[in-house]
């Protein structure tokens, strides 16, 4: 098939690379033209504009965008839906609101063209691993697709047969599943990031209880000294939380037991934020995914006036005097009593 591929950064890229790689046809655009020329020495079609990725492809046109939520992939959405016409495909692979995707669906149906919502999950391995896809749209664009996907998922890869699957979906055990009408792809997605955040979370504080192990706040005969990149890779091999989460934080603690090269400032790039606000339109305690997006926010910041607040109070009522960080002589928070 012939595919258009806007966005070729990280994952926009390597998605163009794995379609090649499967025989399908590459006309590639981003506003930087070094990567589409890397890509024309793979097979692509570079071109310069969005005019000209439309005219470059044969109708009915497939156009999938990779671009960052928001402005950009508005705007690019804007002025495809004056290029393509009826029975056209358009795509959103980025990690884009879900109600946005039904807005776009409607106004774009309106032209005849087809919207798809799919939530794209791999990251920089999904060109050797494959990519988990998450759609949401017409049934019958999504299965007029699906070589397209065929190509992107990584198949059955290794993962066992779940027993009691007969007569669903077979896709999902391909790592590819049509999950409903539009919005439906970027809502599954969403939610996938917000568990993310939570397990990413829960490992975080796992090391960080472990790496104290040894803190002088314990007394002496308490203490104990644990390699922290040995227990991550003992940890991959036959543990209950074996993942592909694990296996990134035993490459980083086995290169970097002290994670030096990083600040631990965390961002977050929305999809936690939507998932908590889903969980309170729907009135779903989600007590976990609200505190890992917390904890991103708190990370990147000093001490708040929040905190100052909580010192003042428990010296007021029990005359606890902030102490001194061992390492960085700054005022501690004070946050328990």
Same mark, same amino acid.
């Given at each position: !098939?012939?595919?258009?591929?806007?966005?070729?950064?990280?994952?926009?890229?390597?998605?163009?690379?794995?379609?090649?790689?499967?025989?399908?046809?590459?006309?590639?655009?981003?506003?930087?033209?070094?990567?589409?020329?890397?890509?024309?020495?793979?097979?692509?079609?570079?071109?310069?504009?969005?005019?000209?990725?439309?005219?470059?492809?044969?109708?009915?046109?497939?156009?999938?965008?990779?671009?960052?939520?928001?402005?950009?992939?508005?705007?690019?959405?804007?002025?495809?839906?004056?290029?393509?016409?009826?029975?056209?495909?358009?795509?959103?692979?980025?990690?884009?609101?879900?109600?946005?995707?039904?807005?776009?669906?409607?106004?774009?149906?309106?032209?005849?063209?087809?919207?798809?919502?799919?939530?794209?999950?791999?990251?920089?391995?999904?060109?050797?691993?494959?990519?988990?896809? !998450?759609?949401?749209?017409?049934?019958?664009?999504?299965?007029?697709?699906?070589?397209?996907?065929?190509?992107?998922?990584?198949?059955?890869?290794?993962?066992?047969?779940?027993?009691?699957?007969?007569?669903?979906?077979?896709?999902?055990?391909?790592?590819?599943?049509?999950?409903?009408?539009?919005?439906?792809?970027?809502?599954?997605?969403?939610?996938?990031?917000?568990?993310?955040?939570? !397990?990413?979370?829960?490992?975080?504080?796992?090391?960080?209880?472990?790496?104290?192990?040894?803190?002088?706040?314990?007394?002496?005969?308490?203490?104990?000294?644990?390699?922290?990149?040995?227990?991550?890779?003992?940890?991959?091999?036959?543990?209950?939380?074996?993942?592909?989460?694990?296996?990134?934080?035993?490459?980083?603690?086995?290169?970097?037991?002290?994670?030096?090269?990083?600040?631990?400032?965390?961002?977050?790039?929305?999809?936690?934020?939507?998932?908590?606000?889903?969980?309170?339109?729907?009135?779903?305690?989600?007590?976990?995914?609200?505190?890992?997006?917390?904890?991103?926010?708190?990370?990147?910041?000093?001490?708040?006036?929040?905190?100052?607040?909580?010192?003042?109070?428990?010296?007021?009522?029990?005359?606890?005097?902030?102490?001194?960080?061992?390492?960085?002589?700054? !005022?501690?928070?004070?946050?328990?009593?």
């Amino acid at each position: !098939m012939h595919i258009g591929i806007v966005g070729l950064g990280r994952m926009g890229a390597n998605i163009a690379r794995r379609l090649m790689l499967h025989g399908h046809a590459c006309v590639v655009y981003d506003r930087d033209a070094e990567p589409g020329r890397r890509l024309a020495g793979e097979g692509a079609k570079p071109v310069d504009s969005l005019a000209a990725l439309a005219q470059a492809l044969p109708a009915p046109r497939i156009v999938w965008l990779m671009l960052p939520a928001g402005d950009s992939t508005e705007a690019a959405i804007a002025e495809l839906s004056g290029l393509l016409g009826a029975g056209d495909v358009l795509i959103d692979g980025g990690n884009t609101f879900w109600k946005d995707d039904i807005r776009r669906a409607g106004q774009l149906k309106a032209k005849g063209i087809h919207y798809l919502d799919i939530g794209t999950s791999g990251g920089v391995w999904g060109l050797e691993r494959g990519y988990c896809l !998450m759609i949401g749209g017409d049934a019958d664009v999504v299965q007029r697709l699906d070589p397209i996907f065929v190509a992107l998922a990584p198949g059955i890869a290794g993962v066992s047969a779940t027993a009691t699957r007969q007569q669903r979906d077979a896709r999902a055990e391909q790592g590819y599943l049509h999950c409903g009408a539009s919005g439906a792809g970027h809502f599954v997605k969403m939610i996938h990031n917000g568990i993310e955040y939570g !397990m990413m979370q829960a490992f975080a504080e796992g090391f960080d209880i472990l790496k104290n192990a040894n803190s002088p706040a314990l007394s002496p005969e308490h203490r104990l000294v644990i390699d922290v990149a040995d227990v991550a890779e003992v940890w991959r091999r036959g543990s209950v939380i074996t993942s592909w989460l694990l296996d990134l934080t035993a490459a980083a603690l086995a290169e970097d037991p002290q994670l030096a090269g990083y600040s631990g400032h965390v961002a977050d790039s929305g999809e936690g934020r939507w998932t908590v606000q889903a969980a309170i339109e729907e009135a779903v305690p989600a007590h976990v995914l609200t505190a890992a997006l917390y904890a991103r926010f708190r990370s990147r910041q000093d001490h708040t006036f929040a905190e100052k607040v909580l010192s003042a109070m428990r010296k007021g009522f029990g005359g606890h005097v902030e102490t001194l960080k061992p390492d960085a002589g700054k !005022m501690g928070s004070g946050t328990s009593g």
